[in-house]
């Protein structure tokens, strides 16, 4: 097992570009160095106080970012929308409409990509 470099930075880089700020005043929120930040943009991996820092600012189980290097693990992951719903529905600034519309947007999507993928 390892820790998914790529995964955590785009889900830090996602709230970055949310609030347009930048990685420097980004790490400063989260209470991290911006070097921190650097070395994971290229693919290094943060310690153990690093990672737990990001992944409580993201408010994600660490797990989230763990890459098993497994495939058999695909086939017994839950629906991503299934995992998805508990997170839009604690938004409060999503109603039942919108959670509604995302979910729907997420399920499209996961099924153009199993589809993309049958055709390979």
Known sequence: MTIDTDALYAALDLVRRER???????A???GVSPSLLSRLA???KPDADGLVTLTSFLRMPVEQFIDRGNEELLDNLPELSAQMAPLLRARPDFDADDVEHLEEVIDATVRLMKAVRAKR
């Open 20 to 26: 347009g700020i930048s990685m420097r005043q980004l």
């Open 28 to 30: 400063k929120e989260i």
């Open 42 to 44: 290229n693919g290094y």
